[in-house]
């Protein structure tokens, strides 16, 4: 088992997974009604890795003996200026998750939890990647500005990207 206070902030990111998730789905359906398919398309995918991670912390903790406590998800913003504005609030968002998982690192290392803090190694590395994707977009949309056909050609670009499911089980 892991502690009742490493249970308990492994539950509270849990709910941040799923906030996450319900954030990116709210985007997806705004830039589809917005008429851009594409953007909606990269951000259903992140919905859906969203639920995965959340769905991999739960399993880590049932696997080590420990009660999921899922609580109410709380309001998300549903529309955005602009598709910059989007993606600033995305890597926004994404540096407070990576400073949740960092939290997490540091809890699990002052109680010698080694198998957790290795766990959430996967965790680190994913928040790396997060942040980066996210900086991406931003120094894209900043490049295209208002070019129409710019936003139309990364448009039709994030249409083609693909939901992998994630591996969720304990010992992937």
């Known amino acids: ?65 420990n009660k999921v406590e899922l609580t109410p998800i709380e309001k998300v913003d549903t529309s955005w200026e602009s598709l910059l504005n989007a993606f600033q609030d995305t890597l926004k968002h994404e540096r407070i998750v990576t400073s949740l998982i960092n939290n997490l690192v540091s809890l699990a290392r002052k109680e010698n939890d080694y198998a957790t803090e290795n766990m959430l190694q996967w965790f680190v590395n994913e928040q790396v990647e997060e942040e980066e994707t996210a900086q991406a977009m931003i120094d894209s949309l900043k490049l295209i500005g208002s070019n129409g056909f710019g936003i139309y050609t990364m448009d039709k670009e994030l249409a083609q990207r693909k939901y992998t499911p994630l591996d969720t089980s304990v010992n992937p």
């Open 1 to 65: 088992m892991v502690s009742k206070d490493l249970e308990n902030a492994i539950n509270k990111q849990i709910n941040a997974e799923f906030w996450s998730a319900y954030l990116y789905l709210s985007m997806s359906s705004h830039f589809s009604h917005e008429g851009l398919p594409g953007f909606a398309n990269w951000f259903k995918v992140q919905f859906q890795e969203e639920q995965d991670h959340a769905v991999k912390f739960m399993n880590y903790l049932i696997s080590k003996g």
